[in-house]
C-alpha cells in the first residue's frame, strides 16, 4: 500500500503498493524510522536522503526558519507520482519513502526524507536522487523564509513540472 501517514501504518482499505509510504506532515521526520522501514531482505542497498533547514538562503543570510505549506492531498498524490515514476526508471526497487514536512521549521529540523532500497547500490543511490530532484520539481510545497531582516517566500519558485517530464538520468 501507499502508506500517506508519517508513520507507516496498514490500511486494509488501501489498493495501493505496500512498498511505497508518502507523506505530507506536520510531524517530525525520522530518517532511521524510513530507513528501518526500507529494508528488505531482497535489498543490499539502502539509499537515504534528508533535507534540513539551514540558515542561510540567496541574498538572505541569517534565516531563522523556514514555514512550509501545501494541500496535503495534492501534494500527497504528487509524491506518489514520483515514486512511480521512479520504479519506472529503475529497476530492482524494494521500499520507497517520500515525506516531506508542513509548518514552521527552526534551522537544523528535517523538511524532508527520501529512502530507497534496491537490489543493488547504484539504483538506490540513482533512485534516490532522482526522487529528490523530482519532489523539489514536481510537488506543489511552499516554502516562506524568515530571516535577520524579514520574512518572504522563497526566491527559488518555478513551475510545477510532472515526474514523466523530468530528463532521463
Do not use: N
Not at 21 to 39: E, F, H, K, P, R
Not at 142 to 156: H, L, M, N, V
Amino acid at each position: 500500500m501507499t502508506q500517506t501517514s508519517a508513520s507507516p501504518v496498514h490500511d486494509p482499505d488501501s489498493t495501493a503498493d505496500e512498498d511505497t509510504w508518502v507523506a505530507i506532515t506536520s510531524d517530525g521526520l525520522s530518517l532511521s524510522d524510513a530507513a528501518s522501514w526500507a529494508q528488505r531482505s531482497s535489498c543490499g542497498a539502502v539509499a537515504t536522503f534528508s533535507g534540513t533547514v539551514r540558515d542561510h538562503s540567496d541574498g538572505r543570510p541569517g534565516v531563522v526558519h523556514l514555514e512550509y505549506e501545501a494541500y496535503e492531498p495534492h501534494a500527497t498524490a504528487r509524491l506518489a507520482d514520483v515514486a512511480h515514476e521512479a520504479r519506472q526508471r529503475f529497476s530492482d526497487l524494494g521500499r520507497i519513502a517520500l515525506l516531506h514536512r508542513t509548518g514552521v521549521l527552526d534551522v537544523g529540523e528535517v523538511s524532508v526524507v527520501v529512502v530507497v532500497s534496491a537490489a543493488h547500490r547504484a539504483e538506490a543511490f540513482g533512485a534516490t536522487r532522482f526522487c529528490i530532484d523530482a519532489i523539489k520539481s514536481t510537488v506543489p510545497i511552499w516554502k516562506r523564509e524568515t530571516w535577520a531582516r524579514g520574512s518572504d517566500w522563497s526566491s527559488c519558485s518555478h513551475p510545477v513540472a510532472e515526474p514523466s517530464e523530468l530528463g532521463r538520468p
